[in-house]
């Protein structure tokens, strides 16, 4: 799979983007091309999957090989693509409604089985293909299309479900920051099985604005904590503030007291009170790494089995299987 | 070890015999019927079997909903079905005698095992008296034997426990089964020998329960004679194995992709009766098949297009209610034209319906039953063995023309059982695969002379492309909502799907060129159409059959055939789904619908008796 550098404009399909002028997209599709441009993999050898909404549209507009399939179901064709071809490096592009709502339970299994295909949630909450109706991850009261008098749903806090799934590799990016999307989409692409890259995504015409109190840049410093493994977990405009992991609940404290941030512990348990900071207006939202260990990786499983069957048994002869049993002869 | 004890009772010929084994789901009724079946084969009858299982697990014991049957029809001319009604019911509980009964031929044998039937027993079965006292049984030759007491007896120097020598009974009774029919107990001793090579007091004790059986027919208070149903003397020449429809199908879906030159890539679902396709083909792994047990049914269909995609044959096998989940990625499939095979082994229904029992109506919805115009070839599968047949043609269509395939079969081909004749490998026709590699001039959505677009593997430098659900380009493939072009599109896959007639047979008509009826029949009737019209042929009536297996697009020729005869008979399994479509295709003709939707096949003798209406209406 390694040969010479791509650049971005290798990776550039010949299909006009269409999604809206100023949609968060732009820049995640930018960053993709980056990174994806710089992990030395040939492009033939890119295969882009998708469901329905505006972020399924992603594989036209990449110069390699892209499956666009129906709504909620690209994690199962993932499986079945990297399953039939582990060569393949296998990214999907999803949103919030559907990668977890019509297509939540496709979701859950593609991470529990940790199947190697790098997964970019663009969260907008809200529904922007079919025209602005609340999704999954809009919060509570929320005014939309189909909610008139605000939404009552509980929202899904979409980190939090990777990790109840058992994701091996769980990130958080902002489709503002270049430098982040780069480096997130690069860590994922380097992890050995499932990869799941939350994207704090605006979208311009139905929900305009969503994460501005988080990650505009007059807040973000104060509003995100970006999480590092090995780097202490400050954050602030001066990051003298910092994070401390007590049993059952994060403690703000002084930079100096922040705790060493350790994504590949085995337990989720802090990944899981990091991810849900977003509850309390008083805490950091966390972005960057929440999550990384190492698991066995589905498909090579599924291949190894195959392999040792025919190793051990020698390739199957056809006759063998239809001549096997009882016989008998009719002269 | 086949003493000839009863040797001097009258021996008397019968051309065919149907037996009904009953039980409790514990008492190893299936085990005992495919002994029978396996071991009258080897005697070279032919035969057709059925098996009646609930589609519960353990059904509290003793109860009627537990109730297990194995229905086998052997003789020495052509088997067709597992036959109408049973000549001998052995029922081993009072719940199996009150199930099955009303189903014996008048004058048949019951054989009761007496030992079962105390207060208790007859209370679990919801019987206020016993039927063997009440006279129920009159009209009948009842066999009454206490087989718990026999059993016993036989093992009482086993080492076994009191309970697991009660589990030699079905043994026992085969053995006495063997006795009255003239089978040989090697078979059966041998089948005991490698079953429990590690248990050697089960095959002991088994072994000697089956012999004891075999010997107790000689108590001629039981019995006034034994049968014999000679070897079969039209079946033609070859090497034959009994093989039921699951596993038929699964091997021709192995022999379809060798075929093509492609490995197997099995998305699946667990659902009854289609499970056991799953079940074989991970066993396959040596030979480089890949199985994935999916979430459910959509992921199960969807990586199969997946593994499609990536050049493996990608297939999945489900049941109605599956197939009805699947329907929106059938469509996608026929969107972005990749070779996948769908095998929908039907139960009856709507919804979850009777997962056990067997129904022809998911046709429509398999031929129409998706959003928008998208075709796709169906075929059916009419005799067990034939499943192995028609699981190479869908390969074989579905690698062609670039199209997903439905097989349908259903419950009763795929646990019925009939001898398959083998076929010799070196004559089946290979389709091999070529995928494009040429960068020079590809085009995603250029055709071949079947209408078919080239199959490129991602990974193949030089030929990026992108695929998905929304409206093609001609040619190009890319994304294109333009009037003209959608209506291009949409002639074009149609085209492609009845291409396909091209490429199959014109059914044969058997029975006489023109007449007064023709009887059409269509996926697992054949057996019960062909003995009904047979037997009318033989009488002189002026009535032919045929059988389909390509049902969409169905075979050229049948206007001609349909128009030698006044009348079209369509017996099947729903409310009459072929009949509307042949009324649909075919509109100059007068189509018969008779229609039975009671979850249980066609009997030879109804099905004669509508014919014979018609013939004399």
Redesign the interface.
Known sequence: MIQSKLTKKDLK?D?EVRWCPGCGDYAILNAAYAALAELGI????F?W?SG?GCSSRF??YV?????????G?A???????R???P??SVWLATGDGDGLSIGG??MI?VLRRNVDVKILLFNNEIYGLTKGQYSPTSPIGHRSKSTPFGSVDRPFNPLSVALGAGATFVARTPDNDVKHMNQTIRQAAAHKGCAFVEVYQNCVIFNDGAFDEIYDKKVRKERTINLQAGQPMVYGTEMDKGLRLREFHVERVSAEDADVWDPHLESPAKAFLLAQLDQDPDMPNAIGLLRQVEAPVFEHD??R??DE??E?????K??D??????????? | MTREIGTELPLQQQESVVIRFAGDSGDGMQITGNQFT?TS??V?NDLATLPDFPAEIRAPAGTRPGVSGFQIHFGSSEVHTPGDAPDVLVAMNPAALAVNLSDLKPGGIVVVNTGNFKETDLKKAKLERSPLGDGSLEGFRVISIDINERVKKALEDSPLSAKDVQRCKNFWTLGMMYWLYSRPLE?TMNWLATKFAKRPELVEANQKALQSGFNAGDIHEMFQGRYEVPACDV?????????MGNPALG?GL??GS?LAGLDI?L?AYPITPASDILHQLSG???????T?Q???E???I??????S????L?MTATSGPGLALKT??MG?AVA?ELPLVIIDVQRAGPSTGMPTKVEQADLLQCVFGRNSEAPMPVLAASTPSDCFDIGIEACRIAVQYMTPVVVLTDNYLANGSEPW???K?EDLEPFEVEFRTDPEGYQPYSRDEKGARPWV??????????????EKEHLTG??CYDADNHELMTNLRHNKVMAVRDSIPTPEVFGPESGDLLVVGWGSTLGAITGAVDRLQKKDASVGRMHLRHLWPLPAGLDEIFSRYKAILVPEYNMGQMARILRSEYQSHSFHSYPKVQGKPFTTTELMHKITGILES
């Open positions: 399909s299909q040939k492009k033939e050898n295969v999957v329905i594989p036209y110069d390699s090989y892209g499956f666009h399939t129906i709504h179901r994690p199962a064709f993932a499986t079945g693509i399953t039939a071809n060569e393949l339970n496709h299994h599924v291949r089995q195959v069957a025919t051990k048994k020698g390739r199957g056809l006759a299987l239809i001549y096997s049993s009882d016989t008998w002869e009719v002269d | 396996g084969a080897g070279g078979p079946m033609p020449p070859g090497t034959y194995r009994n093989i091997l192995m022999a060798e890539f998305g396959y792994k040596h030979y480089g098949v890949v994935m999916a979430e459910d959509i992921a199960a969807c990586a199969a297009i997946g593994a995609y990536t050049g493996y990608g929106e990625a996608l972005v004749r083998l076929p490998l593997k991602p990974g193949t430098p030089g030929l990026e492309h992108r695929i998905g659900g929304l890319n994304i």
